[in-house]
């Protein structure tokens, strides 16, 4: 998987195609992330001695193949392609051919 938590994405499918943000967590065993203000759901919480009842809108995952990279210098959703430098594997923007990490 090529998308890192941090990373800023872009939504290219979906329901909230479009939308930009940065990955909170990935799950790569599912191949899956979760990107802040994408794939809103609600959760709804009992009441406990502590807390009343509420209701939560939390992220759900999304599949890792519906994002894209969004490049800052380019300002465009980007693929990324890795290139060895210094010894080092270093993931690289395909469009403005700059190192991301």
């Known amino acids: 998987m090529q998308i890192k938590k941090d990373d800023t994405v872009v939504v290219i499918a979906g329901k909230d195609k479009g939308k930009t943000g940065t990955v909170l967590r990935t799950i790569p065993?599912?191949?899956?992330v979760v990107v802040e203000g994408v794939n809103m759901q609600t959760k709804h919480a009992k009441a406990t001695r502590t807390s009343g009842s509420?209701?939560?809108?939390?992220?759900?995952?999304?599949?890792?193949?519906?994002?894209?990279?969004y490049d800052k210098d380019a300002k465009?959703?980007?693929r990324i392609g890795y290139?060895?430098?210094?010894?080092?594997?270093?993931?690289?923007s395909?469009?403005?051919?700059?190192?991301i990490d």
Not at 29 to 32: D, E, G, L, P, V
Not at 83 to 92: F, L, M, Q, S, Y
């Open 29 to 32: 065993k599912k191949n899956r």
């Open 54 to 69: 509420e209701i939560k809108h939390i992220e759900g995952p999304i599949d890792a193949s519906n994002v894209m990279f």
């Open 76 to 78: 465009k959703a980007t």
């Open 83 to 92: 290139e060895i430098k210094d010894g080092k594997k270093v993931r690289v």
């Open 94 to 99: 395909k469009k403005s051919g700059k190192a």
